[in-house]
């Protein structure tokens, strides 16, 4: 009969608190990142009135996926310029050899983190996807957030391998997009992960249950309004909290009803911030949802 051990305790310092934002990454009508409007939104997400804790950079809501390792570096490196905010970069492949090599190369950068999911297509075993987000954190220089993405990436991470890879002292948070809420309360109850929400409509209940924050795409718009609720949860003001949420949950809504990002993006151009651009295969969402954003972004503003 095995022992329970109590794992060890995290370092006093975890980071990943409060609200971070995946950036956006603006197109040009050309097609190539439109690196101004880029340094734009990077400043106006910055300001300290918007509550925001950190961004994140190249991320699913970022079309990392439709970016070369060139242009990755490239926008990395204009939203470092414009910001004094904690900055996350995304890192997603299936290449395990290319993936280091992408940590090697960004080695001196100021970064706060990396978002690591699971590597798609191959589905390995669990013993592989332990493997691998441990041959990462190895190498990184700063800390891993696991993204926990099943219906991106084909690999549904197990709770005992999260609970294996929580071990490891660099891998320090979880952007959790699991779809398993049994899960989720486990790993918060655990205390061994910053559980950070990846899926907006659930960023209440997570908090609401001791998760530290969320990684949220709909913090485009009125980010102090969601950052607010957080503090409010955070400062256990149930009733406070609930009632700043729910007026969000329709704009939230429809920043999801067609693929993300191309509703934030609407709503983006609607306010003049960036051209509607996606890169194919992505489509800009419909002039019909692109109108109901705006009218909802009118009557909540």
């Known amino acids: 009969m095995s022992l329970s051990v109590t794992p060890p305790p995290?370092?006093?310092h975890r980071p990943f608190r409060g609200l971070w934002l995946p950036l956006v990454t603006p197109f040009d009508t050309d097609g190539a990142v439109d690196h101004p409007r880029l340094a734009a939104l990077t400043r106006h997400y910055s300001q300290a009135p918007q509550g925001l804790n950190g961004l994140v950079v190249c991320g699913s809501t970022g079309e990392a996926a439709a970016?070369?390792?060139?242009?990755?570096?490239?926008?990395?490196d204009t939203v470092l310029a414009h910001t004094t905010l904690p900055v996350v970069m995304g890192l997603s492949g299936y290449h395990l050899?290319?993936?280091?090599?992408?940590?090697?190369?960004?080695?001196?950068?100021?970064?706060?983190?990396?978002l690591v999911p699971a590597p798609h297509y191959?589905?390995?075993?669990?013993?592989?996807?332990?493997?691998?987000?441990?041959r990462i954190a190895d190498q990184a220089h700063a800390p891993v957030i696991v993204y926990d993405i099943p219906y991106r990436t084909g690999s549904t991470l197990s709770l005992a391998t999260l609970r294996a890879l929580a071990q490891h002292p660099q891998i320090q948070a979880i952007k959790d997009c699991g779809g398993d809420p049994a899960k989720t309360e486990a790993l918060i109850r655990d205390g061994q992960w910053q559980v950070l929400a990846g899926e907006d409509r659930q960023i209440f209940s997570t908090v609401a249950l001791g998760g530290h924050g969320a990684i949220a795409a709909s913090a485009h718009w009125q980010p102090a309004r969601l950052a607010q609720v957080l503090a409010l949860l955070a400062a256990g003001e149930l009733a406070q909290a609930r009632q700043a949420w729910q007026p969000l949950q329709p704009m939230i809504e429809l920043l999801f009803?067609?693929?993300?990002?191309?509703?934030?993006?609407a709503l983006l151009a609607g306010q003049g911030r960036l051209l509607?651009?996606?890169?194919?295969?992505?489509t800009p969402a419909s002039a019909a949802l692109q109108a109901r954003l705006l009218a909802q972004d009118r009557a909540l503003t």
């Open 257 to 265: 009803e067609e693929p993300n990002p191309a509703p934030i993006k």
């Open 276 to 282: 509607p651009h996606l890169r194919e295969p992505m």
């Open 122 to 134: 191959i589905r390995p075993s669990q013993a592989g996807l332990q493997r691998w987000f441990e």
């Open 97 to 114: 050899e290319h993936t280091l090599a992408r940590v090697a190369a960004l080695a001196a950068y100021p970064l706060s983190g990396w």
């Open 67 to 76: 970016l070369s390792a060139t242009e990755q570096q490239a926008v990395l």
């Open 10 to 12: 995290r370092p006093a």
